[in-house]
């Protein structure tokens, strides 16, 4: 059984930086993708980003594009997002997601991640 634990949110001015944090267990970390999704009240779960299972390759939405870093630790089964610059639209619940095929190519949509973290709340004032 895949399970991830998020952790790292909380509530910052616009302008601050959040590192999240994601914990795999339940199975091989290395060698399966991993992404990052947010869901805003009222709207989709949107796709933020995600890292190839190298981690050699990674993805950005636009609107986080330059702001935001998604890297991984295999040694620590782990993946992260640190998110600078953060502005009030960036306020969401901030999901990681685990496909279920090894060595693929990173989804970018959330129906490619059978596997998903209860979520971390991440709120930006103005």
């Known amino acids: 059984q895949v399970q991830l634990i998020e952790s790292g949110g909380g509530l910052v001015r616009a302008g601050d930086s959040l590192r999240l944090s994601c914990a795999a267990s339940?199975?091989?970390?290395?060698?399966?993708?991993m992404g990052w999704f947010r869901q805003a009240p009222g709207k989709e779960r949107d796709f933020v980003a995600a890292i190839s299972w190298s981690g050699g390759n990674t993805y950005y939405a636009d609107s986080v594009k330059g702001r935001f870093t998604i890297s991984r630790d295999n040694a620590k089964n782990t993946v992260y997002l640190q998110m600078n610059g953060l502005k009030p639209e960036d306020t969401a619940v901030y999901s990681c997601a685990a496909p279920g095929t090894r060595w693929g190519v990173p989804g970018l949509v959330p129906n490619e991640y059978p596997y998903w973290g209860q979520g971390t709340q991440v709120t930006v004032s103005s």
């Open positions: 339940g199975r091989t970390f290395s060698g399966y993708a």
